[in-house]
């Protein structure tokens, strides 16, 4: 997926796709501007990269607008 406004990881400097932006704003703040990749959101979270893509599949199939709007 392309990365929303050409966003970059503020961990690790990664780009960011829309998927990452939006579980940022989901499990951050709405409001964000400041993106954070799978990688960095599992280890701020403890828990793992396939945890964070999980999440993201749940919410894309309950209709979370944040996946469908960046």
Known sequence: MSEPNGSRCCGCG??????????TKRLVN??????????????????????????????KQTGCTLFCSL
Do not use: M, S
């Not at 990664?14 to 579980?23: S, V």
């Not at 990749?37 to 919410?59: H, M, P, S």
């Open 14 to 23: 990664a780009p960011i796709g829309r998927d990452e932006a939006a579980i």
């Open 30 to 59: 709405r409001g964000t501007t400041r993106y954070y990749c799978k990688a960095c959101l599992a280890g701020a979270f403890g828990v793992t990269v396939e945890d964070i893509d999980r999440r993201i599949r749940y919410y």
